[in-house]
Nanobody, 118 residues
Framework: QLQASGGGLVQAGGSLRLSCAAS????????MGWYRQAPGKQRELVAD???????TYGDSVKGRFTISTDNAKKTWYLQMNSLRPEDTAVYYC??????????????WGQGTLVTVSS
């Protein structure tokens, strides 16, 4: 399972850090990421990171958001700086996980709401 946390209300220009912790029979975390969905919009990639540390960012967050991992804790983070009202959305963590049974699947967290006030 994935457990996301860290959302909340922040003023424009502020910062928040989201966390996502994976648990269960995990052999490897392959790609870990964050997606978001604003009301009336499709879910979009915010950032992801491979087990090897390669990162990808959505165009709208480049230079403001940073994804990182703590492999020992099976946890990844999204540091969000210079937040804008348009960053308001429900943020979901996602991971490609290979279990100890060597089955690889995508897993989603439950979502955490980020609200940026102007």
């Amino acid at each position: 399972q994935l457990q996301a946390s860290g959302g909340g209300l922040v003023q424009a220009g502020g910062s928040l850090r989201l966390s996502c912790a994976a648990s269960g029979s995990i052999f490897s975390l392959n790609v870990m990421g964050w997606y978001r969905q604003a009301p009336g919009k499709q879910r979009e990639l915010v950032a992801d990171i491979t087990g090897g540390g390669r990162t990808t960012y959505g165009d709208s967050v480049k230079g403001r958001f940073t994804i990182s991992t703590d492999n020992a804790k099976k946890t990844w983070y999204l540091q969000m700086n210079s937040l804008r009202p348009e960053d308001t959305a429900v943020y979901y963590c996602k991971a490609g996980i290979t279990t100890t049974f060597l089955i690889t699947s995508d897993y989603w967290g439950q979502g955490t709401l980020v609200t940026v006030s102007s």
